[in-house]
């Protein structure tokens, strides 16, 4: 794949103004799937089945078979629609999408067209920057997910290359709801914040609602990525590409940026940009070509000769409209006055994409500054390293419980980073990993006296100007007795018995 060429992104913005549009899909974490009674795998119950075996005649179309809506699948996207700010359709109809892929095995994908559940949208979207940006949502409509193909052979794990691909309809039937924005101007330099702040800020609204899990990294919500660039006081809209099912926040904030930078390097040299949809590569950082998109794709959309039309009744949409969690701007000044943070701290938080992982481990017994210091410090770095993102590490759970052997002395920050680490690695809980390293804080005092004893006797210099009272000088003995513990033990407890024994001898 030749690299592209890439325009300074300051200069980028000097020369033309982003234009984005965003399409979410969400996986609804329902019992059972969109239109048949098999286990939905979107649901943490139902996964890890074998490939092909949560299926029903429904999900691969054969003859005969007709399908049922979940009404909780319905129930799910009124209440997703209510929190998008959006009007709720009285009446609303699916509709067979036509197209042949081999992960759909109707060759027609059952969705909304012209009549979605919900429309005429807005949520509110707060940057890094502290800036609010009120993003418009077109529309949110129910539909069902295709299967998934896994493509073998080849070096990228795409279809290029590969040498076979296998089908798994596990999750043909997904009940999914897509989130359509209209077009948004003036995001200027903030374009590639705003991307990742705008999918932060619906995974949060779907995990409050209790509708989905939110895993990027699981595919139970994929974004993807429209982006296209106008020149500066030309007053028309340019030719747009749309990036593909990225998987992780730091992965829509750099795709978008990346797109800004090819995009107006082959635009200030006289190029076009062609309509298309592109993949983003995690490993390289880069987009590719994926197919020429126009427009007027015929997907020859006609109405679902099986199904009823939906026509929730007033009584339901005000139900659902009065069990609304908090909305997340309002929720993150809740939490913010909550934890006593600054505002420098909060920010930290929001910046790391980590609300969410933080607010549940305060939840599990953690203080809100330990579960702040972890998340945005240890935990984010072994995942900048991983190409990660930090909630696919580990979970909030053990990082509470992490902290608590922290506070509870039996782990010294150090020797926490290694339990970090054998947690992440599949090694079992921060006890299991604790005790199976053999890390645990050395809390008898004999042992520690005489590895002090031995220090001091090494370092009879140091011994002198402790008594003399420069106790400053103390540090090269703690380090030594730390180096002999190898890291096992309380520093501060290191310390006060070096003062003492110094004193002693």
């Given at each position: 794949?030749?690299?592209?060429?890439l325009?300074?992104y300051d200069?980028?913005l000097?020369?033309?103004e982003p234009?984005?549009?965003?399409?979410?899909?969400?996986?609804?974490?329902?019992?059972t799937?969109m239109?048949?009674?098999a286990?939905?795998p979107?649901?943490s119950e139902?996964q890890g089945a074998?490939p092909n075996t949560?299926?029903?005649?429904v999900?691969l179309?054969l003859?005969g078979?007709l399908?049922v809506v979940?009404?909780q699948?319905?129930?799910?996207?009124?209440s997703l629609?209510?929190?998008l700010?959006?009007?709720?359709?009285?009446?609303?109809?699916f509709?067979?999408?036509?197209?042949f892929?081999p992960?759909?095995?109707k060759?027609y994908?059952?969705?909304?067209s012209?009549e979605?559940?919900?429309h005429?949208?807005?949520v509110?979207?707060?940057?890094?920057?502290?800036r609010v940006?009120q993003?418009?949502?077109?529309r949110?409509?129910?539909?069902e997910?295709?299967?998934?193909?896994?493509?073998?052979g080849?070096?990228?794990?795409?279809i290029q290359?590969?040498?076979?691909?296998?089908?798994?309809?596990?999750?043909?039937g997904?009940?999914l709801v897509?989130i359509?924005?209209?077009?948004i101007y003036?995001?200027e330099?903030?374009?590639p914040d705003?991307a990742?702040?705008?999918?932060s800020?619906i995974?949060d609204?779907?995990v409050s609602?209790g509708?989905s899990?939110?895993?990027?990294?699981?595919?139970?919500?994929?974004c993807d990525?429209?982006?296209?660039?106008?020149?500066?006081?030309?007053?028309k809209?340019?030719t747009?590409t749309?990036?593909?099912?990225?998987?992780?926040?730091r992965s829509?904030?750099?795709?978008?940026?990346?797109?800004?930078?090819?995009?107006a390097a082959?635009?200030a040299k006289g190029g076009t940009?062609?309509?298309e949809?592109?993949h983003?590569?995690?490993?390289?950082?880069?987009?590719s070509?994926?197919?020429?998109?126009s427009?007027?794709?015929?997907?020859?959309y006609f109405p679902?000769p099986d199904?009823?039309?939906v026509?929730p009744?007033?009584?339901?949409v005000?139900?659902l409209?009065?069990?609304?969690?908090?909305?997340?701007?309002?929720?993150?000044?809740?939490l913010?006055?909550?934890?006593?943070?600054?505002?420098?701290?909060?920010?930290?938080?929001?910046?790391?994409?980590?609300l969410?992982?933080?607010?549940?481990?305060?939840a599990?017994?953690?203080a809100?500054?330990?579960?702040?210091k972890w998340?945005?410090?240890e935990?984010a770095?072994?995942?900048?390293?991983a190409?990660?993102?930090a909630?696919?590490?580990v979970?909030?759970?053990?990082v509470?419980?992490?902290i608590?052997?922290?506070e509870?002395?039996?782990?010294?920050?150090r020797l926490?980073?290694?339990?970090?680490e054998?947690?992440v690695?599949g090694?079992g809980?921060?006890?299991?990993?604790?005790?199976?390293?053999?890390?645990?804080?050395v809390s008898?005092?004999g042992?520690?006296i005489?590895?002090?004893d031995?220090?001091?006797?090494a370092?009879p210099?140091?011994?002198?100007?402790?008594?003399?009272?420069k106790?400053?000088?103390?540090g090269a003995?703690i380090g030594a007795?730390?180096k002999a513990?190898?890291g096992?033990?309380?520093a501060?407890?290191?310390r006060?018995l070096?003062?003492?024994?110094?004193q002693?001898?």
């Open positions: 794949m030749a690299k592209a060429e325009m300074d200069k980028a000097e020369l033309f234009v984005l549009g965003f399409e979410v899909h969400i996986e609804l974490n329902t019992k799937k239109f048949s009674d286990p939905n979107a649901n139902n074998e949560q299926i029903t005649p999900d179309g003859p078979s399908p979940n009404e699948a319905v129930k799910f996207a009124i629609g209510l929190a700010g959006c009007e709720i359709a009285p009446s609303s109809r509709a067979r999408k036509n197209y892929y992960d759909l095995a060759n994908q059952i969705s909304q012209d979605p559940i919900a005429d949208g807005n509110e979207v707060e940057l890094p920057n502290g940006f993003v418009s949502i077109e949110a409509h129910m539909e997910d295709a299967g998934k193909l896994t493509h073998v080849g070096s990228t794990g795409r290359g590969a040498e076979y691909s296998l089908v798994d309809y596990n999750r043909a997904v009940p897509e359509v924005t209209n077009i003036g995001a330099a903030d374009a705003l990742k702040a705008y999918v800020t995974r609204i779907a609602l509708i899990e939110a895993k990027m990294e699981r595919g139970n919500l994929r990525a429209n982006i296209s660039l106008t020149p500066r006081g030309s007053g809209l340019g747009r749309e990036t593909k099912n990225v998987n992780s926040l829509v904030e750099r795709a978008i940026r990346y797109e800004i930078q090819r995009q082959i635009l940009i062609t309509q949809t592109r983003w590569h995690e490993d390289t950082g880069v987009t070509a994926g197919r020429p998109k427009d007027a794709d015929d997907y020859r679902e199904l009823v039309p026509r009744s007033i009584e339901l005000e139900e409209r009065a069990a609304l969690p908090e909305a997340p701007a309002v929720r993150r000044r809740r913010k006055e909550a934890w006593s943070f600054t505002d420098l701290e909060f920010q930290d938080v929001l910046n790391s994409g980590l969410v992982e933080v607010e549940e481990t305060v599990a017994g953690a809100p500054a330990q579960a702040r998340w945005t410090g935990i770095r072994l995942a900048n390293v190409g990660v993102d909630s696919s590490l979970s909030p759970l053990h509470s419980l992490l608590a052997m922290i509870g002395g039996e782990l010294t920050d926490a980073r290694q339990v970090l054998g947690v690695a090694e809980s921060p006890a299991e990993v604790t005790k199976a390293r053999g890390l645990v804080v008898d005092d042992p520690l005489a590895a002090i031995e220090a001091l006797a370092q210099d140091v011994l002198e100007k402790i008594r003399d009272g106790v400053q000088a103390a003995v007795v730390m513990m190898r096992t033990a309380d501060a407890r290191v006060e070096v003062l003492e024994r110094a002693q001898q």
